[in-house]
């Protein structure tokens, strides 16, 4: 697996407009007042255009060092972050929505995929607030697949978005604050349309590159602020390259609130469009970031408030994904993880579920030169097992490999076990006078 925590660039006139611009400190990642620039800084479209040249690299170099090989890929390198945020602002409001007019039809707290709202009540509760017309809103729902059993779920609500989206008319919702109609589409611009339009096209030359290569891309998650616009994103691209194999993996991060609704909902819709789900599954790496925002900017924390719950959660989304792999045959996991416990707890289910090693629907990862002891017995034993190479300049390496060491709490009580596993098998070499050989 091949990553690239931060591309370098020779754009000319780059120094210039790196002293112009500051990094906003918001996109940083902080720890003791210190702000690392792990978020790719923007300076223009051509920037972005070398970073994906460095992600194509990335897939060669992936392609000729192993077959079956995954080459992963950020988000916040193709794209201006900024843009991200906004994207991610609009689904996170076009989503609370929708659990509003939930909850005023009586459905609150009921699981993501089990709430259903009436298209009655619905079209009636939007007339009301005036956000259209009656005559409006029934064609909202014409000669579209939407409601036609006479309810509307979560995706099919999304799926209304991206058709009302387009009209010329913005598109008003009420703040739940205020209780004024307002724009939801009032911050894009068309720089921001093109915008989107530009990474989409980005991503697409990625993904024909990983075709040609046999390479499978991994889209990073990032911080909870980017995520919704990056889910989206890789999802509109799953839908056009997974046809008939996984070729777009999503990450999901498990320190998250919402992970399992993610999870859920996106392998639902893969089952209705007929496309190969593809995942990668890590517990999260920003929490003390997420954690410190939300208390400035006054929300809810997105974590899960402790480690234990975090660890319940990766195994619900894993055991999910597993179920859907023996249901379906078009899904694919992988479990990058550090943690003994959960790559138990993978073998077990895969055994009980009937899952092969052979059947390579289920492969793990871990970082290059971290938790042998886990990488060497599951690939001895016929598992995929991959490991992890991030690169780049060793002061923007370091911070990263701190992050993946935060992300799995008892790291260094494992890195001493491992350091005790090393010992005691050079002292049987030693004795057995075969030291160089295994």
């Known amino acids: 697996v091949g990553h690239s925590p931060s591309p370098s660039s020779s754009t000319p006139g780059a120094e210039k407009r790196e002293k112009q611009y ?11 007042g210190v702000t690392g620039a792990h978020t790719y800084f923007y300076a223009d479209e051509t920037k972005c255009d070398q970073h994906m040249e460095t992600f194509l690299h990335c897939i060669d170099a992936s392609s000729g060092s192993s077959e079956d090989g995954f080459a992963a890929i950020k988000l916040t390198a193709l794209a201006r972050p900024q843009f991200l945020v906004r994207f991610s602002e609009v689904l996170v409001k076009w989503r609370r929505f929708f659990h509003q007019m939930a909850a005023e039809q009586g459905q609150a707290g009921r699981a993501v995929l089990d709430t259903k709202l009436q298209v009655e009540k619905l079209q009636e509760a939007l007339a009301n607030l005036g956000i259209a017309s009656r005559t409006e809103l029934q064609q909202w729902f014409t000669g579209e697949n939407l409601g036609t059993s006479g309810t509307v779920d979560l995706l099919d609500w999304h799926s209304l978005f991206d058709s009302r989206s387009k009209l010329s008319r913005p598109l008003l919702i009420p703040n ?12 894009f611009s068309e720089e921001e349309e093109l915008q989107l339009k530009r990474v989409l096209q980005r991503m697409d030359v990625l993904a024909k590159r ?23 994103l890789t999802v509109e691209t799953q839908r056009r390259f997974n046809g008939s194999q996984p070729l777009i993996y999503n990450t999901y ?16 819709l893969s089952r209705r469009e007929g496309w190969h789900f593809g995942t990668k599954l890590v517990r999260g790496a920003y929490m003390e970031q997420e954690r410190e925002r939300a208390a400035q900017m006054g929300y809810e924390d997105p974590i899960n408030p402790t480690y234990e719950k975090t660890n319940e959660m990766y195994h619900r989304c894993l055991d999910y994904v597993l179920e859907e792999i023996k249901r379906s045959r078009k899904a694919s996991v992988m479990v990058a993880s550090h943690n003994e ?38 690939g001895q034993a016929g598992f995929p097992v991959y490991k992890y190479v991030p690169y780049g300049p060793v ?16 790291f260094m009580q494992r890195a001493n076990r491992e350091r005790d596993l090393l010992w005691k098998e050079v002292k ?9 050989r295994p």
């Open 176 to 187: 739940r604050k205020t209780g004024q109609l307002e724009p939801l589409l009032s911050r």
């Open 428 to 436: 049987r070499r030693l004795l057995t006078g075969n030291l160089f």
């Open 341 to 378: 416990d959960t790559v138990k707890f993978t073998l077990r289910r895969m055994m009980e579920l009937g899952i092969h090693p052979s059947d390579k629907k289920v492969c793990f990862g871990q970082l290059l030169g971290m938790c042998d002891q886990i990488t060497f017995p599951l």
């Open 210 to 232: 990983a075709v040609e290569k046999g390479v499978r891309l991994m889209v990073d998650a990032e911080q909870s602020y980017f995520q919704p616009a990056i889910s989206r």
């Open 395 to 410: 002061n923007e390496v370091l911070p990263y490999l701190s992050r993946r060491a935060q992300e799995n709490r008892g």
């Open 253 to 268: 991060q498990c320190y998250l609130k919402e992970a399992y609704n993610n999870v859920t909902g996106d392998v639902e």
């Open 22 to 32: 500051q990094a906003y400190q918001g996109f940083g990642d902080r720890y003791g």
